[in-house]
């Protein structure tokens, strides 16, 4: 099965700090994606990766951003922790090409005080 | 935009009371609906993709179907391993690999 694992299940952070979120895929999936989700809102894309060094903004990208360094791995970065960045943070990986379906990690659940 | 709504946000059977959960969609083409199930704590889980109008797909008590403008979820004799979040999801022609998510419906199923 594949397997999608994300660094942290809870993470708290202060209001500023740089935050790092990591996510390692173990069945060489070409995309890879973050999202977050929050209450009434559902799940929202924030940026997705279709290749290594390749990155594509999601519907919500403003103060994030990502890296993709290997094909295995797609970190999302918070520039400057808010208090709106709190949510839970979803990893998704795909084999290939939009129509595959997605695998997810279980989350990390970020508080930014 | 493509848009997508799940109905009821919320709903409460009977074990063996069988229901369907509606998924209606707005997109300019559609190229796959999908269903997922996300249980508490955990990230959702894959069920189904359908891709055009008319067809259908099962698993266990579950079954997924398409029209041009929505999609249900019958559950037949549910029960209470059943109870999760059930999100549905479109991918939309030209949207290169995004899909856009509903809501999700929150299912309970009592014993």
């Known amino acids: 099965d594949v397997k999608v694992t994300q660094s942290s299940r809870y993470l708290v952070k202060r209001t500023g700090e740089k935050v790092f979120l990591e996510c390692v895929q173990d069945?060489?999936?070409?995309?890879m994606f973050w999202y977050r989700q929050d209450p009434g809102l559902g799940l929202r894309l924030i940026y997705f990766?279709?290749?290594?060094?390749?990155?594509e903004k999601g519907d919500i990208p403003e103060g994030y951003s990502v890296s993709r360094e290997k094909k295995e791995r797609f970190s999302l970065i918070l520039e400057s922790a808010s208090t709106n960045q709190t949510s839970m943070y979803l990893c998704?990986?795909?084999?290939?090409?939009?129509?595959?379906?997605?695998?997810f990690g279980s989350g990390t659940q970020l508080s930014v005080l | 935009e493509d848009q997508v709504t799940q109905s009821p946000e919320a709903l409460r059977l009977q074990e063996g009371e069988s229901s369907s959960l509606n998924c209606s969609y707005t997109?300019?083409?559609?190229?796959?609906l999908f269903w997922y199930r996300q249980d508490p704590g955990k990230g959702p889980e894959f069920l189904f993709t359908?891709?055009?109008a008319g067809e259908e797909k099962e698993k266990e008590r579950l079954k997924a179907t398409l029209t041009k403008k929505e999609s249900f979820l019958h559950i037949t004799a549910p029960k209470p391993e059943d109870s999760a979040t059930y999100l549905c999801?479109?991918?939309?022609?030209?949207?290169?690999?995004?899909?856009?998510f509903g809501k999700g419906i929150t299912l309970s199923v009592r014993p």
């Open positions: 999801a479109v991918h939309a022609t030209g949207a290169n690999s995004k899909l856009t």
């Open positions: 998704a990986s795909s084999l290939s090409g939009p129509l595959e379906k997605l695998f």
């Open positions: 069945m060489d999936h070409e995309n």
């Open positions: 990766s279709y290749d290594v060094k390749m990155k």
């Open positions: 997109v300019s083409g559609l190229r796959g």
């Open positions: 359908l891709y055009s």
